[in-house]
């Protein structure tokens, strides 16, 4: 991780602890791709939080698709056949669906093919041509996964990823182990998946700074929230540039490329780390006006969007303080 980052991390730590009494439990690790931190307090929150972890480490193995001894894997290489998953994976494909089929596949779990040929998975970033775009379309569909009786079965020659929604269930998760320990305020922050366990220890409301995606060591403003998550999905996270172009890895199902949805940034703050996780991606391609759309027909959650022109559009219900003066606000009501 470059110097930037980390000092934006750290920033965003000290925004999240300011006001906080000295009695906090606090681990570190990178897994999934990203430098995860955890803050707990009260008499059960060192161990919580080593359970927590350990639940996060093996969530890891579960979903990882190129390790051949994952769930994800043998999915991928069951040549059709049915694979039992565990009520974890289940619950997790079950949300991803619903929200892909109420964003006419917006999000989309097979998309995973596509992924690899833009080398966002080993590294090796290249423009793949139309024609290997055109060939793997026909293996792209959220559709053709059946999830029931806890297992998945996925026809021949497809493949899925867990990638937009693992670090929201696995937050889930984390705060479950974190409560069932007696844990009464916690946060933990998975990239840019932050969730809270109850309110600050002094009852006050969490500061959860939202990145600047036109400045890795900025902000756009710090949001009040209570016990909730807030995911963000942006273009900036992972790229890569080639004749003086930016490709980005939130690809429009669709089309297989880069979504070019006039957005730079999606952060979505709702109860359900899993949900958050899947609406970040799916609002993020499907545009400005069918996130405002999609938000004021389904609601359950509230919404920052950033656009390319630098407007920054608000649900009416999030408090955001600290603006970033370089930005147009708006509410959405």
Partial sequence: MNLIKRLFLLVLLCLLLAGCGPKAVQKEIFAMDTVMSFTAYGEHAEQALNDAVTEINQIERELDPELSSSTVYQINHAEGEAVDISEFMFAMTQTAQSVSALTDGALD???????????????????????????????IDSNAISCRDNSIRLPAGMALS?????????SDRACGILRDAGVESAIISLGGNVQTLGMKPDGSNWNVAVQDPNDPAGRLGVLSVGETAVVTSGSYQRYFE?????????????????????????????????????????LFVLDEDGAIDYWRGHGGFDMLLVTEDNRVL????????????????????
Avoid at 110 to 132: I, N, S
Avoid at 314 to 333: G, K, P, S, V
């Fill in 109 to 139: 779990l097979t998309v995973y093919p596509a992924v690899k040929a833009w080398g966002f998975v080993d590294g090796q970033h290249t423009v793949p041509t139309q024609e290997t775009l055109d060939a793997l379309k026909p293996l």
């Fill in 162 to 170: 867990y990638g937009a929604v693992a670090k929201g269930a696995a």
């Fill in 242 to 282: 080639q004749d003086g172009k930016v490709y980005h890895h939130i690809l429009n199902p669709h089309t297989l490329a880069p979504a070019d949805s006039g957005l730079v940034s999606v952060t979505i703050v709702c109860g359900s780390g899993t949900l958050a996780d899947c609406l970040s991606t799916a």
């Fill in 314 to 333: 608000l649900t009416e219900n999030l408090t955001l303080t600290d603006r970033n003066e370089a930005y147009q606000y708006e509410i959405i009501r």
